[in-house]
């Protein structure tokens, strides 16, 4: 161990050795409301009296959520919340007063980024759905840096950010939040993610960086019939093959912090499984660092021990280290006497203070943050939006052209854009966003700015936009759904919403569907335009779940899918569909072709196809599917077996007089083991820039265990598939 090193451990002792058992339960402890604990007073803020009682009640404060959370649930606004300016002057505030209960001992001042800060001015970023659209890793780790620098400057630790769920059942509301359905692209979001905000080998933290919390631990999104947080009917296989991935890529890249899941796999709560959080993250994966529980996660296992103390007990003994709201671990302080809580608490008090530690968080107070760290905090925000716009404009899908895109924006007059979210700014968002800061562009602000010299219609009814329609030069139909919540909505406990039904959202945690299609209004509006039009009809999709799209293909439409693209999205769509910019996203999920197939994914490992009799086809846009304006040609593709694995090389061809983007997903089927193959997995992604009339050759290696079948003790066959090219190769027996 480097001195450094020993000098660190040798802090944390010194520190956990002068805690009392109380204190040592209050540093595993994040129960208090962080929008809570602070309020205006003057001009400036002070300690709220909750505040100061749970600080009391512990002798000081392991963790606070969401003190800079702007939302409907947290009932913030720019009226009354903390304004970027204001955020290193409270959590100052904030530091100041724990520390001065604790002998110096700061507090981990923990915030919500699922695609952004959840606070006041803060970035927002399109939504982890449409972000895994990008196929881009390296933008993704762009983005995520951005985020992270904000959160830093603001004095933020940890930033909670899901990452680990895929996309296994489009019912379920919470699919804006995963990063597809696939593990291989998940996992490389993770790792970008991971890597951007904390640096490469933890490098940014206490130095413009955060800890990254990465949630759910494990598999939430197999949750039965896509009903959130209920149980996980999964096998082992399956559950190493398909959501432990992103586990161990967040470990490899050094992540700091998991969040473990309300639901069960198998009857297991997650939070009480200590075979997951001990065994397998820290045995088998070799993790570091901290287990935070999700919102009320340790409660929800009163319904297996039968009363909160002893759900606490058990949440602690399983493997978590850090509460967030609930009453369970709040009660750890009446277990002194038994040895197995106080053994644990002493082990999961010093995670605690190890990362503190990295932040400076033991021993003396850090300066009072200046002028031109407040001014700082804008500027990373400047820098965040950015990288939003570029992420926004990469996300796009165009999944049709229908023969018409892009539009030509001389031979357009007349434009009608109509749709049920033509005009609503807030669909953009996606989920868990605070109040935005000045203007967001919806679809037709984007289309209005790109069309000076035209007229744009927005025909709010169907009979106007139907009789618009007929002497349009092209109609825009916005579809799909929203995820907005609104301040007059009501929300469960954990934030989620409560009654959707009182709601205008259609998507997000506490939006399970049980039926996928487009809404009867909105087919009905697409089939009628289509008839009367004269002009190109396209349907920009605004979603963040997998829809049915089947009508908008039987009408002959464009199809361009935007899903939840953030503030910058507006303008994204309109460059798009005037062939400003050529659209490069690709899906990172399985359009159904009806409700009834669901779920169904690219890697299952039988095909869907010909099994129902009412819909023998039942896949209507495959996972990767989308198309540019300037593809690129595939000349030529190899492989070849190396020591490691297998090399891939691919030749292409750029004809266009502007620069394209390169989109390789490489798949596999492993074949001759002794388990079922799946019929293809997605191995290697290659994701580059061309230059104009420009041939450039790739090569990519992939591992002999991502190839291999298995089971596949002697010589074993991989099927390689990229584009239209696929080729055998039969694998060397190892050992």
């Keep these: 161990m480097s001195s450094r090193g020993e000098v660190a451990t040798a802090r944390v002792e010194e520190v956990l050795a002068g805690l009392s058992f109380v204190e040592r339960v209050g540093q595993l402890n994040q129960r208090l409301l962080g929008w809570r604990a602070v309020e205006r007073s003057g001009g400036g803020f002070r300690l709220s009296d909750e505040g100061r009682r749970e600080i009391d009640r512990w002798g000081g ?9 702007a939302d409907a649930w947290s009932g913030r606004r720019w009226a009354d919340g903390i304004r970027p300016e204001e955020r290193a ?79 296994r059942d489009p019912r379920w509301g919470r699919s804006e939040e995963c990063y597809g359905e696939d593990p291989f692209l998940a996992s490389a979001m993770t790792t970008a993610v ?134 369970g671990f709040a009660s750890l302080d009446r ?7 106080r053994a644990a608490v002493e082990i999961a008090c010093r995670r605690v203070l190890e990362l503190k530690d990295r932040f400076g ?22 820098a965040g939006a950015e990288l939003s716009r570029r992420t926004a404009a990469a996300s796009l899908v165009l999944l049709d052209d229908g023969g018409v895109l892009p539009l030509r ?95 205008a959202a259609t998507s997000g945690e506490g939006v399970d569907l049980a039926d996928i299609d487009l809404p009867a209004s909105q087919r009905a509006l697409v089939a009628r335009i289509a008839e009367h039009a004269t002009g190109p009809v396209v349907a920009v999709v605004v979603a963040g779940r997998p829809h049915v799209l089947t009508p908008l293909c039987d009408v002959g439409a464009a199809i361009l899918w935007a899903g939840f693209p953030g503030p910058h999205g507006g303008d994204a769509v309109a460059d798009v569909l005037l062939g400003r910019r050529s659209p490069t996203g690709r899906l990172p999920f399985t359009v159904p072709r009806s409700s009834g197939v669901v779920p169904v994914h690219h890697n299952d490992r039988h095909d869907a196809a010909g099994v129902y009799r009412d819909q023998p086809d ?40 502007r620069p394209a ?42 591992a002999d265990e991502a190839v291999r079948a298995p089971g596949a003790a002697a010589a074993a066959v991989v099927r390689l598939m990229v584009g239209a090219w696929s080729t055998e190769l039969a694998l060397p027996a190892r050992g």
């Design 61 to 69: 404060l392991g963790a606070l959520y969401g003190l800079f959370r």
């Design 89 to 167: 002057e409270v959590a100052d505030l904030v530091q100041r007063e724990v520390r001065g209960a604790s002998a110096g001992i700061g507090t981990l001042l923990s915030e919500e980024a699922p695609h952004g800060h959840q606070a006041l001015g803060g970035t927002v970023l399109p939504v982890a759905l449409a972000q895994a659209a990008t196929f881009d890793p390296d933008l993704v780790h762009e983005a995520s840096a951005a985020v992270g620098a904000e959160l830093a400057a603001s004095g933020v630790h940890l930033a909670l950010v899901s990452t680990l769920d895929l996309l």
């Design 194 to 327: 991971v890597t951007g905000m904390q640096g490469t080998d933890r490098s940014r933290i206490g130095s413009g960086g955060v800890a990254v919390v990465l949630k759910h631990l494990a598999a939430q999104g197999e949750a039965m019939g896509g009903r959130n947080g209920q149980s996980a009917v999964i096998g082992p296989r399956d559950l190493d093959e398909l959501h432990l991935p992103m586990v161990a890529a967040g470990v490899a890249a050094g992540a700091l912090g998991f969040m473990a899941a309300y639901n069960d796999i198998d009857g297991v709560p997650c939070c009480a499984n200590p075979a997951l959080l001990r065994d397998l993250l820290r045995g088998r994966y070799g993790f570091d660092g901290i287990v935070m529980a999700d919102g009320f996660a340790v409660d929800r296992l009163e319904a297996v021990t039968g009363g909160i103390p002893e759900a606490g007990r058990m949440a602690l003994l399983s493997g978590v280290d850090l509460s967030l709201w609930d009453a």
């Design 335 to 341: 277990a002194e006497d038994d040895p197995a809580v």
């Design 361 to 382: 968080l033991l021993g003396s107070a850090a300066p009072a943050p200046t002028a031109e760290h407040r001014a700082d905090v804008r500027e990373r925000i400047a």
């Design 409 to 503: 924006a001389e031979e357009l007059a007349r434009v009608v854009v109509t749709g049920p979210f033509a005009d609503e700014a807030s669909a953009m968002l996606g989920d868990y966003v605070a109040p935005p800061e000045g203007d967001v562009r919806s679809v037709l602000d984007g289309v209005r700015a790109a069309l000076p010299d035209a007229v744009v219609h927005h025909a709010r009814q169907p009979d106007d936009a139907v009789a618009l329609a007929a002497d349009a030069d092209a109609v825009i139909i916005v579809v799909g759904g929203t995820s907005h919540r609104s301040y007059d909505d009501e929300f469960a406990d954990n934030g989620a919403l409560g009654d959707a039904g009182a709601s």
């Design 618 to 657: 039942p896949v209507l846009f495959a996972f990767g599917s989308g198309r540019g304006y300037d593809e690129v040609d595939i000349l030529e593709c190899s492989a070849r077996v190396v020591a490691s694995g297998v090399e891939i090389a691919v030749r292409v061809h750029n004809p266009h007089p």
């Design 661 to 702: 983007s390169v989109a390789l997903p490489v798949y596999a089927r492993r074949l001759g083991g002794s388990v079922l193959p799946r019929r293809r997995e997605l191995v290697a992604l290659v994701r580059e820039p061309i230059e104009p009339a420009t041939t450039r050759a790739y090569r990519v290696t992939v």
